[in-house]
Nanobody, 115 residues
Framework: QVQLVESGGGLVQPGGSLRLSCAASGSIGSINAMGWYRQAPGKQRELVANIISGGRTNYVDSVKGRFTMSRDNAKNTVYLQLNSLKPADTAGYYC?????????WGQGTQVTVSS
């Protein structure tokens, strides 16, 4: 069984920064892909960034140039650096990993951008 545990969310003022972490534990085999999604109240969950096979990182247009996704293979951890945060970035952020043929989700961490 694989568990994903996120951390790093919180309340930040517009223009501020946060760093989200997602650590995988358990019977981890080959991680095929990983990503970060977010869901704001009353809205559908949307992809923020992902790393697919081949190592290419993709970002949704609204976060390009502000968010950076990275990974530490030795720690089975993926990160999302959030810079120049805007109120529109307020949402629950969820990490996702595809391991083998199974998709796993973290429990989510709340990011609130407000003055």
């Amino acid at each position: 069984q694989v568990q994903l545990v996120e951390s790093g969310g919180g309340l930040v003022q517009p223009g501020g920064s946060l760093r989200l972490s997602c650590a995988a534990s358990g019977s981890i085999g080959s991680i095929n892909a990983m990503g970060w999604y977010r869901q704001a109240p009353g809205k559908q969950r949307e992809l923020v960034a992902n790393i697919i096979s081949g190592g290419r990182t993709n970002y949704v247009d609204s976060v390009k140039g502000r968010f950076t996704m990275s990974r530490d293979n030795a720690k089975n951890t993926v990160y999302l650096q959030l810079n120049s945060l805007k109120p529109a970035d307020t949402a629950g952020y969820y990490c996702w990993m595809s391991i083998g043929h199974v998709h796993y989700w973290g429990q989510g961490t709340q990011v609130t951008v407000s003055s």
